[in-house]
């Protein structure tokens, strides 16, 4: 990426800083990815987006603002991207995933916050990520008490937009929700400059749906014994969905997916027959968070399915593409949204159907539950998740931890009791 | 079949051999470096046994040096060793609590040792062994003496969660005249209390053992008894059931 | 460019790695394709032919990768 100094350079980006980042990342993901067998071919395009990961995207996206478009960055599955998406804009999810981000988050949020929101404070206020960087507006929401007040913080420094989610589903707050979209499309047209109609809406309802489906195709593979695909893999799959061009990112899934289908008509797998089958479920693995997955696979489980904005939530539930107004299309946007079950929500029972169902169709035999440290919301829920799986026989253990290699070794003796229990 | 198990832990190495009707045990600080610790439990096993290394089948590791102990067939979490260990000398035990040298465990099993649940302490020193050894340390005394030196009825409660800020806090007890009895017996309330609030959370069901290299230490037995308030059975070879564990385990691996 | 060259080498069934670029061949990030010493002259052969650009052919001394967390 040495022709991408001067672009980091022009972004204001501490190089210093950046290049620390940089020296470890070919090493990580040496070891978590590299070290594969049996990849799926359909990989080597993300392999590829990882090797030029502050690159190619980036360029894309100052390119767009060159030629007079918008980019909005967001933090939160809630965020209908149609809407930028329909005002000609770019969106893009920016939540962080690294360790390397989180002593810039420490300057300003207190250290007992989630390592996700320090993270996303702190690659904007270090300059260490040209994403943070690049967009011209932030969407951010108010899902959890930590992204609230850590939004306040950061508003200083970038223009931001906040959407108001709801704390409960019931139809008043569908309505309100519904609201917020429309706030939100005026917002939009004023930053981009463009009128949404309902021609550019229903055209970005398609554009993101076709994405869902081309996701939901890939984790449709999954559920097949042997697993053709890594759960890091899909991971990864899933990640890099979150920012790049929608059409593109649709069209690799659906290459990916075609490949995985083949791969389950020849009966070939990348875990033995008889490994055990993992669900990992709870709060979401932002971009380069690849630790849970890894020790569970290098203990040889398979991860077969994510319960999480990264995995079915975020892809889960299509918007209705019936309707033909704008009026219509809102309300089909705030009613798909609104399936999302996050604990921020309450009650939020509807998770754990949804865990249920999910380890029903995958076939598993274990779930994991994890919350990033200090979040209170997943922490608590886990009360109720683990009561109702451990009803129905579902084995399920529960994992609090952050980006830190510190805990590797202890979580590793956890999982490894909990497989050893799980193959009896 | 001859099998060895081996836990090797963060304060001790611990052995177990296995030869019938013929039990051996061996035990030595762990020193820095796991991997020689094995290795030398292996070597004593074999002294006390009389045997050949050739005519040990099979070699089970657990414990925190797991990782780094290369000459072992398998290796399993000290979980299932301990989980399995227990149930061969306390078979009506459904509830393990293992307070080691670095962490402190609560395990749920049925019968056979076959495990059900578990939750582990190995982030924070309080409730564990090191605790224990660093206050030990402060008072003057080797920690094999804290059992022997407390006197629950001049009970000094610690109020310090932190085992460095807990330290300081004895400290300033003992300077103010404290009875060192009291202040031991407060010690072990602190352990009992931590423990059996994990214990609680788990869900405890009877019979309960208390096991580790901690449960030497008849003080916590009676602090742990007296927050859960059932009464709790500790095995002579307590230090071992890990090790044991590992042993049964390699001898039914088939 | 370096997709392009996976893709050359994959019909030739050349095995190599798509990855960014390990420490020792470069400061700088970006694309690099891993592949065995054996393949080499067969490689730069396909380089020539293509008119593929690189930057360079560096040679790595461990036979595979550490993990390190992010």
Same mark, same amino acid.
């Given at each position: 990426?040495?022709?991408?100094?001067?672009?980091?350079?022009?972004?204001?980006?501490?190089?210093?800083?950046?290049?620390?980042?940089?020296?470890?990342?070919?090493?990580?993901?040496?070891?978590?990815?590299?070290?594969?067998?049996?990849?799926?071919?359909? %990989?080597?395009?993300?392999?590829?987006?990882?090797?030029?990961?502050?690159?190619?995207?980036? $360029?894309?996206?100052?390119?767009?603002?060159?030629?007079?478009?918008?980019?909005?960055?967001?933090?939160?599955?809630?965020?209908?991207?149609?809407?930028?998406? $329909?005002?000609?804009?770019?969106?893009?999810?920016?939540?962080?995933?690294? =360790?390397?981000?989180?002593?810039?988050?420490?300057?300003?949020?207190?250290?007992?916050?989630?390592?996700?929101? !320090?993270?996303?404070?702190?690659?904007?206020?270090?300059? &260490?990520?040209?994403?943070?960087?690049?967009?011209?507006?932030?969407?951010?929401?108010?899902?959890?008490?930590?992204?609230? @007040?850590? *939004?306040?913080?950061?508003?200083?420094?970038?223009?931001?937009?906040?959407?108001?989610?709801?704390?409960?589903?019931?139809?008043?707050?569908?309505?309100?929700?519904?609201?917020?979209?429309?706030?939100?499309?005026?917002?939009?047209?004023? #930053?981009?400059?463009?009128?949404?109609?309902?021609?550019?809406?229903?055209?970005?309802?398609?554009?993101?749906?076709?994405?869902?489906?081309?996701?939901?195709?890939?984790?449709?593979?999954?559920?097949?014994?042997?697993?053709?695909?890594?759960?890091?893999?899909?991971?990864?799959?899933?990640?890099?969905?979150?920012?790049?061009?929608?059409?593109?990112?649709?069209?690799?899934?659906?290459?990916?997916?075609?490949?995985?289908?083949?791969?389950?008509?020849?009966?070939?797998?990348?875990?033995?027959?008889?490994?055990?089958?993992? %669900?990992?479920?709870?709060?979401?693995?932002?971009?380069?968070? *690849?630790?849970?997955?890894?020790?569970?696979?290098?203990?040889?489980?398979?991860?077969?399915?994510?319960?999480?904005?990264?995995?079915?939530?975020?892809?889960?539930?299509?918007?209705?593409?019936?309707?033909?107004?704008?009026?219509?299309?809102?309300?089909?946007?705030?009613?798909?949204?609104?399936?999302?079950?996050?604990?921020?929500?309450?009650?939020?029972?509807?998770?754990?159907?949804?865990?249920?169902?999910?380890?029903?169709?995958?076939?598993?035999?274990?779930?994991?539950?994890?919350?990033?440290?200090?979040?209170?919301?997943?922490?608590?829920?886990?009360?109720?998740?683990?009561?109702?799986?451990?009803?129905?026989?579902? +084995?399920?253990?529960?994992?609090?931890?952050?980006?830190?290699?510190?805990?590797?070794?202890?979580?590793?003796?956890? #999982?490894?009791?909990?497989?050893?229990?799980?193959?009896? | %079949?001859?099998?060895?198990?081996?836990?090797?832990?963060?304060?001790?190495?611990?052995?177990?051999?296995?030869?019938?009707?013929?039990?051996?045990?061996?035990?030595? +600080?762990?020193?820095?470096?796991?991997?020689?610790?094995?290795?030398?439990?292996?070597? =004593?096993?074999?002294?006390?046994?009389?045997?050949?290394?050739? =005519?040990?089948?099979?070699?089970? #590791?657990?414990?925190?040096?797991?990782?780094?102990?290369?000459?072992?067939? @398998?290796?399993?979490?000290?979980?299932?060793?301990?989980?399995?260990?227990?149930?061969?000398?306390?078979?009506? #035990?459904?509830?393990?609590?293992?307070?080691?040298?670095?962490?402190?465990?609560?395990?749920?099993?049925?019968?056979?040792?076959?495990?059900?649940?578990?939750?582990?302490?190995?982030?924070?020193?309080?409730?564990?062994?090191?605790?224990?050894?660093?206050?030990?340390?402060?008072?003057?005394?080797?920690?094999?003496?804290?059992?022997?030196?407390?006197?629950?009825?001049?009970?000094?409660?610690?109020?310090?969660?932190? &085992?460095?800020?807990?330290?300081?806090?004895?400290?300033?007890?003992?300077?103010?005249?404290?009875? @060192?009895?009291?202040?031991?017996?407060?010690?072990?309330?602190?352990?009992?209390?931590?423990?059996?609030?994990?214990?609680?959370?788990?869900?405890?069901?009877? =019979?309960?053992?208390?096991?580790?290299?901690?449960?030497?230490? +008849?003080?916590?037995?009676?602090?742990?008894?007296?927050?859960?308030?059932?009464?709790?059975?500790?095995?002579?070879?307590?230090?071992?059931?890990?090790?044991?564990?590992?042993?049964?385990?390699? /001898?039914?691996?088939? | 460019?370096?997709? /392009?060259? @996976?893709?050359?080498?994959?019909?030739?069934?050349?095995? $190599?790695?798509?990855?960014?670029?390990?420490?020792?061949?470069?400061?700088?990030?970006?694309?690099? /394709?891993?592949?065995?010493?054996?393949?080499?002259?067969?490689?730069?052969?396909?380089?020539?032919?293509?008119?593929?650009?690189?930057?360079?052919?560096?040679?790595?001394?461990? !036979?595979? *990768?550490?993990?390190?967390?992010?």
């Amino acid at each position: 990426m040495a022709d991408y100094r001067e672009m980091w350079a022009d972004l204001g980006m501490d190089l210093e800083k950046h290049d620390v980042l940089c020296e470890v990342l070919p090493e990580a993901f040496g070891g978590i990815y590299l070290t594969q067998q049996d990849r799926p071919k359909g %990989m080597d395009f993300y392999d590829f987006v990882v090797s030029e990961i502050h690159g190619v995207r980036p $360029a894309e996206m100052l390119q767009h603002q060159k030629e007079g478009g918008k980019v909005f960055g967001t933090f939160c599955v809630y965020v209908p991207d149609e809407v930028v998406f $329909a005002a000609g804009g770019i969106a893009a999810g920016l939540c962080g995933g690294s =360790q390397f981000w989180v002593s810039g988050g420490e300057k300003v949020l207190p250290a007992n916050t989630c390592p996700l929101i !320090k993270a996303s404070v702190g690659a904007r206020l270090d300059k &260490t990520c040209p994403f943070f960087l690049i967009p011209d507006m932030y969407v951010a929401e108010n899902t959890c008490d930590g992204k609230k @007040k850590a *939004w306040e913080i950061l508003g200083a420094e970038v223009p931001m937009h906040i959407i108001d989610i709801p704390q409960m589903k019931r139809d008043r707050d569908i309505a309100a929700f519904e609201a917020e979209i429309r706030d939100f499309i005026g917002v939009v047209e004023k #930053v981009t400059g463009n009128k949404i109609t309902s021609e550019s809406l229903g055209e970005a309802i398609k554009l993101i749906n076709n994405k869902r489906r081309a996701l939901q195709r890939v984790y449709n593979a999954r559920k097949a014994s042997p697993v053709p695909i890594s759960g890091k893999d899909a991971l990864l799959v899933t990640q890099i969905n979150f920012y790049d061009d929608p059409a593109r990112a649709a069209q690799m899934a659906n290459n990916l997916a075609d490949e995985l289908e083949q791969r389950i008509n020849n009966g070939t797998g990348v875990f033995p027959n008889n490994a055990v089958r993992i %669900m990992i479920s709870g709060t979401p693995m932002a971009i380069p968070n *690849w630790k849970l997955h890894h020790i569970v696979e290098s203990l040889g489980a398979a991860v077969v399915v994510e319960e999480s904005c990264t995995g079915t939530r975020y892809f889960e539930n299509l918007v209705d593409e019936s309707a033909t107004t704008l009026d219509g299309q809102i309300r089909a946007l705030a009613e798909r949204y609104m399936k999302t079950n996050c604990a921020c929500f309450t009650p939020n029972s509807a998770r754990i159907d949804d865990i249920v169902r999910l380890a029903e169709e995958y076939k598993v035999d274990g779930i994991i539950d994890t919350n990033l440290q200090f979040c209170n919301l997943y922490s608590t829920e886990s009360y109720l998740v683990k009561k109702a799986l451990t009803e129905r026989n579902l +084995p399920v253990m529960h994992i609090e931890t952050d980006y830190s290699e510190q805990d590797f070794e202890q979580l590793r003796t956890r #999982v490894e009791a909990f497989l050893e229990m799980l193959r009896k | %079949m001859i099998t060895i198990g081996i836990d090797i832990g963060s304060v001790a190495a611990k052995g177990y051999l296995l030869n019938r009707e013929h039990h051996y045990r061996a035990l030595i +600080p762990t020193g820095w470096s796991p991997r020689e610790a094995g290795q030398t439990i292996i070597e =004593q096993l074999l002294a006390a046994s009389g045997l050949d290394s050739d =005519q040990v089948k099979r070699i089970y #590791v657990t414990g925190y040096g797991r990782v780094a102990f290369d000459r072992a067939d @398998k290796t399993v979490t000290e979980i299932k060793c301990h989980a399995r260990g227990i149930a061969e000398l306390f078979p009506e #035990v459904r509830t393990i609590i293992d307070i080691g040298g670095q962490d402190s465990k609560v395990i749920r099993i049925e019968e056979r040792g076959r495990v059900v649940d578990f939750a582990m302490n190995d982030k924070c020193a309080a409730g564990t062994g090191r605790f224990l050894q660093v206050m030990a340390n402060a008072l003057g005394l080797d920690v094999s003496e804290l059992g022997g030196a407390e006197d629950p009825e001049q009970m000094q409660t610690i109020s310090s969660m932190c &085992t460095v800020f807990a330290e300081s806090e004895i400290i300033g007890s003992l300077a103010r005249g404290n009875p @060192k009895g009291g202040i031991i017996a407060g010690l072990h309330q602190s352990v009992g209390k931590r423990v059996a609030a994990m214990a609680r959370r788990m869900g405890i069901k009877e =019979q309960v053992a208390f096991t580790g290299g901690v449960a030497i230490n +008849p003080g916590v037995k009676r602090a742990l008894e007296e927050e859960i308030g059932v009464e709790i059975m500790v095995p002579e070879a307590c230090q071992y059931t890990g090790a044991l564990g590992a042993a049964l385990l390699a /001898l039914e691996s088939g | 460019m370096g997709l /392009l060259l @996976k893709k050359i080498l994959d019909e030739h069934n050349i095995r $190599a790695t798509i990855s960014p670029t390990p420490r020792e061949a470069s400061k700088s990030c970006g694309i690099s /394709l891993i592949v065995d010493e054996v393949d080499l002259p067969l490689i730069k052969q396909i380089i020539e032919e293509n008119s593929i650009q690189i930057l360079n052919i560096v040679s790595l001394a461990r !036979k595979e *990768w550490k993990y390190r967390s992010t």
